[in-house]
């Protein structure tokens, strides 16, 4: 199984949105507010840097952008700075049940995965994880199937036995270009009403999330019998 981060296992957005102000700041532009920032979400941190400083003042040229996208890194990955991420409720219980159930898990996150990585040691998370796939160290970043699939092959599992879950359109549309079953949550960041194509499933609550695992294998052993079988 495959998990996004930001918006599905944790709510990152307060320390994102810390981040980038600091790095706006020292760059004399205007800060953000959380209702601004949670839009620009989803693509990495290069694209939330990018759209940041569209946001307040006018966009930064390549040079300067890959300047601002590592300062922003540095002051991100910053050990002793406070830390305003936290795990949404249930989670690491959660985890422990999917893999009861016999599922691998890998997260699939466009964030860099040096800082996914960090973020999950320290939220208590990794331990759970097989394998975490930043979006820096794919050829391309999901909404593309590449990212899908380079998860899965860490993992070493097929397409059609997986599913992907996550909050946005991006999470949904890569895993279906990549053949996967896909489930939508929606106390994220995303509008799940809005993404095309629709999830396979919707969950509310992350705990939800074993049941409708189970109901999802239990719909592919049928359509696998033979009839009468």
Same mark, same amino acid.
């Given at each position: 199984?495959?998990?996004?981060?930001?918006?599905?296992?944790?709510?990152?957005?307060? /320390?994102?949105? +810390?981040?980038?102000?600091? %790095?706006?700041?020292?760059?004399?532009?205007?800060? %953000?507010?959380?209702?601004?920032?949670?839009?620009?979400?989803?693509?990495?941190?290069?694209?939330?840097?990018?759209?940041?400083?569209?946001?307040?003042?006018?966009?930064?040229?390549?040079?300067?952008? $890959?300047?601002? =996208?590592? $300062?922003?890194?540095?002051? @991100?990955?910053?050990?002793?700075?406070?830390? %305003?991420?936290?795990? @949404?409720?249930? =989670?690491?219980?959660?985890?422990?049940?999917?893999?009861?159930?016999?599922?691998?898990?890998?997260?699939?996150?466009?964030?860099?995965?040096?800082?996914?990585?960090?973020?999950? $040691?320290?939220?208590?998370? @990794?331990?759970?994880? /097989?394998?975490?796939?930043?979006? /820096?160290?794919?050829?391309?970043?999901?909404?593309?199937? +590449?990212?899908?699939?380079?998860?899965?092959?860490?993992?070493?599992?097929?397409?059609?036995?997986?599913?992907?879950?996550?909050?946005?359109?991006? /999470?949904?549309?890569?895993?279906?270009?990549?053949?996967?079953?896909?489930?939508?949550?929606?106390?994220?960041?995303?509008? =799940?009403?809005?993404?095309?194509?629709?999830?396979?499933?919707?969950?509310?609550?992350?705990?939800?999330?074993?049941?409708?695992?189970?109901?999802?294998?239990?719909?592919?052993?049928?359509?696998?019998?033979?009839?009468?079988?």
């Amino acid at each position: 199984m495959l998990l996004d981060l930001d918006g599905t296992l944790i709510d990152s957005a307060p /320390d994102l949105l +810390a981040t980038l102000n600091t %790095l706006l700041t020292e760059n004399r532009r205007r800060t %953000l507010s959380l209702d601004e920032i949670i839009p620009l979400i989803g693509d990495g941190i290069g694209a939330l840097v990018a759209r940041a400083m569209r946001e307040t003042g006018g966009a930064a040229e390549p040079p300067e952008l $890959r300047h601002l =996208v590592e $300062r922003f890194l540095e002051i @991100y990955l910053d050990p002793d700075r406070p830390q %305003l991420t936290r795990v @949404y409720d249930n =989670v690491p219980a959660t985890l422990v049940a999917i893999r009861q159930d016999g599922h691998r898990l890998a997260v699939c996150t466009n964030k860099v995965e040096e800082a996914a990585s960090s973020l999950l $040691r320290q939220l208590g998370l @990794y331990e759970f994880v /097989d394998a975490v796939v930043g979006g /820096d160290k794919v050829t391309a970043q999901k909404p593309h199937p +590449a990212h899908v699939q380079a998860a899965l092959e860490r993992l070493e599992a097929a397409a059609g036995s997986a599913v992907m879950v996550g909050d946005s359109r991006n /999470d949904i549309a890569a895993g279906a270009a990549a053949g996967t079953a896909t489930i939508a949550v929606t106390y994220g960041y995303g509008d =799940v009403a809005t993404i095309v194509p629709r999830p396979t499933r919707t969950i509310d609550r992350f705990e939800d999330l074993p049941a409708v695992l189970r109901d999802l294998r239990t719909e592919r052993f049928r359509r696998v019998l033979p009839p009468g079988g």
